[in-house]
């Protein structure tokens, strides 16, 4: 594409309907009739600095992409609007959360969309009202948590969802109306670290997650 003198490409993406996108550093597209489409862009990051730095895409349980970004937080599609709904911690944002330095956002088996932040945001967003639940260090009852410093999110078959943070590996049951935090992985269960980094399924149901240290399963 002529807007982008190279593409460092971040993502490819398939939605639950068969669209294909590529998410690259500055720019989103779909794949169509074997060519790259810009689709409708988010705002820039600023004047000066034109890129919002993006990581990841998805689709929520309605089908509308969010984007997540490192500099500018997230963009959501309104479909009923024909806009995006900016979730950042600026001022001018349409809905604010506490950080916008965000690593990955992920769709729970209940429709609630995850987000996880480094800078210290992990919780869960209303789709609807856009309500966001942080969840503060020492949450849950059996098992605590550790730290909300998180870098990687995956929602797994049965719709829960894995945390990688810098504190371990945390999994969620997603199941009821209040996600509750089964375990937490770390050294003592084999991890060779406790900094997470990604998370991955396999076709088996096996959760692989690469830490910095090792790749484990």
């Not at 900016?86 to 209940?110: M, W």
């Not at 797994?156 to 969802?161: K, L």
């Not at 969620?172 to 089964?182: A, H, K, N, R, S």
């Amino acid at each position: 594409p002529k807007e982008e003198p190279f593409m460092y490409v971040r993502q490819l993406y398939e939605d639950p309907s068969g669209r294909i996108f590529v998410l690259t550093r500055d720019f989103i597209y779909e794949y169509k009739n074997e060519r790259l489409v810009k689709t409708p862009q988010p705002p820039l990051y600023t004047k000066d600095s034109l890129s919002n730095n993006f990581v990841q895409l998805t689709v929520d349980n309605t089908g509308a992409l969010w984007i997540a970004s490192r500099r500018n937080g997230i963009f959501t599609w309104d479909v009923a609007r024909n806009c995006y709904v900016h979730i950042a911690i600026t001022p001018d944002a349409d809905v604010h959360i506490p950080s916008d330095n965000i690593k990955s956002v992920q769709s729970d088996g209940q429709g609630r969309m995850w987000i996880a932040g480094s800078d210290g945001l992990l919780g869960f967003m209303n789709v609807r009202t856009k309500k966001l639940t942080a969840l503060p260090v020492g949450y849950g009852h059996l098992k605590k948590l550790l730290t909300d410093k998180a870098y990687a999110l995956l929602a797994d078959d049965r719709g829960n969802i894995w945390a990688g943070t810098t504190n371990g590996l945390y999994y969620f049951d997603c199941t009821g109306d209040i996600p509750q935090l089964q375990h937490v992985f770390r050294g003592t269960d084999g991890l060779r670290s406790d900094f997470i980094l990604n998370i991955q399924e396999d076709n088996f149901g096996n959760i692989w997650c690469l830490s910095e240290a090792a790749l484990c399963m």
